[in-house]
């Protein structure tokens, strides 16, 4: 019985080493899945920033969402006052057409996600590499807008 619960214990144990290495891990393998490089990972991203220079992985990613999120609010034209989070993912391919836009608020807001979506697209994208590879980039930025102030 002893030994049962040694091993026990020293099973759990190892679990739990296992557990927490492996989270450490999660982060890489979140952000490429084969084909589809995170945009965070990236040689050069598929838009325009200024954080290539900083070598921190949180404070490059921080910067990275800051920026996208910047430019796609400069191109809303309308006044929100929205009080939630959005959220927008989309991929750039290997072409450096952007696809796969997708919008999630809370709450919802559908007027104001369709604006994202049409900024998103008109964003001025280039084509990335990984590794001095062509791949496609999966992007993604938590919108927080202000009042926006109209351009028109």
């Not at 890489?28 to 945009?39: A, R, S």
């Not at 920026?67 to 009080?83: G, P, T, V």
């Not at 900024?119 to 994208?125: G, P």
């Amino acid at each position: 019985m002893k030994l049962k619960l040694i091993y026990l214990t020293f099973i759990i144990g190892f679990l739990n080493i296992s557990i927490v290495h492996s989270q450490s891990d999660l982060k890489l393998v979140k952000k490429k899945n084969g084909k589809t490089v995170h945009f965070t990972m990236v040689d050069k991203t598929p838009f325009e920033s200024d954080c290539d220079a900083i070598s921190d992985d949180k404070e490059r990613t921080q910067c990275l969402e800051k920026s996208l999120r910047d430019q796609i609010l400069a191109m809303i034209k309308k006044d929100y006052e929205y009080s939630g989070e959005m959220y927008v993912w989309f991929t750039v391919d290997k072409n450096g057409n952007v696809t796969d836009i997708a919008t999630k608020g809370y709450p919802s807001a559908p007027e104001f996600e369709k604006d994202i979506k049409k900024a998103v697209t008109e964003l001025n994208i280039i084509k990335s590499t990984y590794r001095k590879r062509k791949v496609n980039v999966r992007c993604y930025t938590r919108v927080l807008p202000k009042i926006i102030n109209p351009k028109e």
